[in-house]
């Protein structure tokens, strides 16, 4: 089958079961946590998505079957590396760790007064990490966790001026624009010999912009595990470099007077992630994609249907081209805002949650890739009652 829900429910549940998996208790029940229909996509808030069935197979492996922790991780790295093509690759407690271990590995490298000492080097440490001012965002505090100063710049000319014998990195955000180009950015780093990092936490799916990622040239790149890798959800990777990397994981667990020694990364996410890698990589992103749109494409024609009402399906990269349905409708025939009719999806039986405004700027967003089969047609049939309830009567 083409379908992912139609293949999970095959792997998990069997060919001839219908619906959600039966299991002894109901955890969420018992202890009085709301059930929600997602509408939104593989955010962090929500729990991020689906494992593979590979990937939960292969942790229960390594639950039940232990290994000496730093060769497991050091033969799951280079497994890694050799499949997305990297130097050197390790798995860490999720993207923003994996920036914290980066920095912290370029300021120390393998020197370990200064290791057992961050956040608080000793004088003379390289602390200082350069980023475009238009990159600063939601997790630029990461980058100070191990005690580094930001610095930052808009112009090639300001980054050439900025760099100087403190700096220990420039950092990027994939999916940021600036003045400076990313091929730019990564050549000065080159000719300055100063470690690059990239965030490219959400870039996945499709797995070809990791690979792609790889091969632009960052001394170091980072990606979310449990958004579109599928894999564990409170794991990430970290791709580049090999000095760098090991440089990182010396400053990580277990390692008792680093700074990321609260990062835990247990076997089974070791092997989690590695096979999430695998799975991505043979994995029929397109059949996905005709499942999304035909699934926006339905909510969209029933919404569509009421008078002075519009859902367009659209794309976007900052969405990694998923589609999505954004609706609108005549403020004069239908009296609720669209962040008012958000919270009464949210407030309302079932509970629908949907992209906060700041993200989908402004506008009302309906994704699918995370609905249930037939979720859809009650999304559908909520955003319907919801503009009815509020409807002018003429």
């Known amino acids: 089958m083409s379908s992912r829900r139609s293949f999970l429910q095959k792997i998990l549940f069997g060919a001839s079961t219908v619906g959600a998996p039966k299991f002894k208790r109901d955890f ?143 950092f990027y955000v994939r999916k940021m624009e600036g003045e400076i180009p990313l091929e730019h950015w990564i050549k000065i780093g080159k000719e300055q010999n100063i470690p690059t990092l990239c965030d490219a936490a959400t870039t996945v799916p ?11 040239g960052f001394d170091l790149c980072c ?34 007077k680093s700074v990321g020694r609260a990062m835990k990364v247990a076997p089974e996410e070791y092997l989690g992630m590695m096979v999430a890698v695998e799975q991505s990589l043979l994995h029929d992103e397109a059949a996905d994609m005709k499942d999304y749109y035909r699934i926006t494409n339905d909510m969209a024609a029933e919404i569509s249907k009421l008078d002075g009402v519009t859902a367009d399906v659209l794309t976007s990269e900052q969405q990694g081209m998923e589609p999505y349905v954004n609706v609108d409708w005549d403020q004069e025939k239908y009296k609720i805002s669209k962040d008012g009719l958000k919270l009464a999806l949210r407030n309302g039986e079932p509970c629908i949650e949907l992209r906060a405004m700041f993200l989908s700027f402004g506008e009302l967003h309906l994704t699918g890739h995370m609905l249930k089969p037939g979720e859809e047609k009650i999304v559908a049939r909520r955003v319907i009652e919801i503009l009815l309830e509020s409807k002018v009567l003429l």
């Open 223 to 256: 990606f979310s595990g449990g958004k579109g890798l599928r894999g564990p959800y409170s794991a990430g990777l970290l791709l580049g470099r090999k000095d760098l990397i090991i440089a990182a994981k010396a400053n990580g667990s277990p390692n008792h």
């Open 206 to 216: 499709p797995i070809q912009n990791l690979l792609d990622t790889v091969k632009l």
């Open 28 to 170: 969420h029940k018992e202890l009085g946590v709301k059930p929600f229909i997602n509408a939104i996509g593989s955010y962090s808030s929500l729990g991020g998505e689906e494992m593979w069935p590979e990937v939960i197979e292969a942790m229960d492996y390594a639950v039940q079957n232990k290994a000496d922790m730093e060769d497991l991780h050091d033969a799951v790295g280079n497994r890694i590396a050799e499949l997305v093509g990297s130097e050197y690759a390790c798995v860490t407690a999720g993207a923003t760790s994996a920036i914290i271990l980066s920095v912290a590995g370029c300021m120390s490298g393998l020197n370990k007064e200064i290791l057992e000492t961050l956040p608080h080097p000793p004088v003379g440490t390289k602390n200082e990490v350069i980023l475009q001012r238009s990159h600063q965002y939601l997790y630029d505090r990461a980058l100070r966790v191990p005690g580094a100063k930001l610095v930052m710049v808009d112009t090639e000319e300001d980054l050439l001026n900025a760099i100087n014998e403190k700096t220990a990195m420039m």
